[in-house]
């Protein structure tokens, strides 16, 4: 079982956390949960963690089945401060999880070749913190990290294979639907 997790916001404070969980094998919808609210901290670069937190855990409390795997929109180790959204709620609920994000965030990273699964690592200081990682043949790169409980090269197979057609993998492409239009 793999769960996407995504926030929506309307407006300034208000937001929409969605859960997704996939049977990882068919990437069918298993179940789904969506906690409507208000944040409570401030916009702040960089801890976007501590304004979706309080909704995204819960939307998982909600759940009536538990992942084997949390994927985020979100970052892991490729964080300014090395500590995202997936390692967040890696902590939080003991669960393995990973960032996927659409814009690289830190670190530097070279263009990946045009093949789907080629991927250049996305290096901060001296240490490899996320992949810069095509998922679909010449479409743009999506940048994954690990976030607790899990290593770089489970990341990337698991990311490859929960995006089969599209540049997101599926569970964080439905919990942004589901996010967004609350089905």
Do not use: N
């Amino acid at each position: 079982m793999v769960a996407g997790l995504d926030v929506h916001y309307h407006g300034d404070d208000e937001l929409t956390a969605a859960v997704v969980v996939l049977d990882s094998g068919t990437l069918s919808v298993v179940e789904q949960v969506t906690v409507h609210g208000r944040t409570t901290f401030p916009y702040v670069p960089g801890l976007f963690a501590f304004r979706e937190l309080p909704a995204l855990v819960e939307a998982l409390e909600r759940l009536t089945v538990t992942p084997d795997l949390l994927v985020c929109d979100g970052y892991g180790l490729a964080h300014p401060r090395g500590f995202g959204l997936a390692c967040h709620l890696g902590v939080l609920t003991g669960l393995p999880s990973l960032g996927v994000a659409k814009t690289p965030f830190v670190g530097t990273h070279t263009t990946p070749g045009r093949e789907r699964g080629s991927w250049t690592p996305i290096v901060l200081g001296d240490s490899t913190v996320g992949r810069a990682l095509r998922t679909q043949r010449a479409i743009k790169p999506v940048y994954v990290s690990p976030g607790h409980r899990i290593d770089l090269d489970t990341v990337t197979d698991q990311v490859l294979r929960l995006a089969p057609r599209f540049r997101l993998p599926d569970p964080i492409r439905k919990a942004d639907h589901l996010a967004r239009h609350g089905t």
